[in-house]
């Protein structure tokens, strides 16, 4: 059992920077695969990045590449997410998740694979 707790969302203009964080309970972070996703009111839950058990391999939903980066630090039980020259469009409640992998460099970007979900945090881009 995995519990993922997010942080770092709020209220910022457009342009501006946020970095969110996720930390994993237990000791078995560095077993699995994790992402980042958001839901916007009214839309469906979406993928945004993901990042492989080593960190080395990473991708990105095409809105974000060049502004957003993930990462990870398997020693503290966290991911980030580091989002730049934010857009109106971005707001958005954002979810960390994780997957469970036999790889070390894959990356896992459906919804359908990840077993577990944090609470969410709100991010609201103002224009």
């Known amino acids: 059992q995995v519990q993922l707790v997010e942080s770092g969302g709020g209220l910022v203009q457009a342009g501006g920077s946020l970095r969110l964080s996720c930390v994993a309970s237990g000791r078995t972070f560095s077993t699995y695969a994790m992402g980042w996703f958001r839901q916007a009111p009214g839309k469906e839950r979406e993928f945004v990045a993901a990042?492989?058990?080593?960190?080395?391999?990473?991708d990105y939903t095409d809105s974000v590449k060049g502004r957003f980066s993930i990462s990870r630090d398997n020693a503290k039980n966290t991911v980030y997410l580091q989002m730049n020259s934010l857009k109106p469009e971005d707001t958005a409640v954002y979810y960390c998740?994780?997957?469970?992998?036999?790889?070390?460099?894959?990356?896992?970007?459906?919804?359908?694979?990840?077993?577990?979900w944090g609470q969410g945090t709100q991010v609201t881009v103002s224009s």
């Open positions: 998740a994780a997957g469970s992998s036999l790889s070390r460099v894959v990356v896992l970007t459906t919804r359908s694979v990840y077993t577990y």
């Open positions: 990042i492989s058990r080593s960190g080395g391999s990473t």
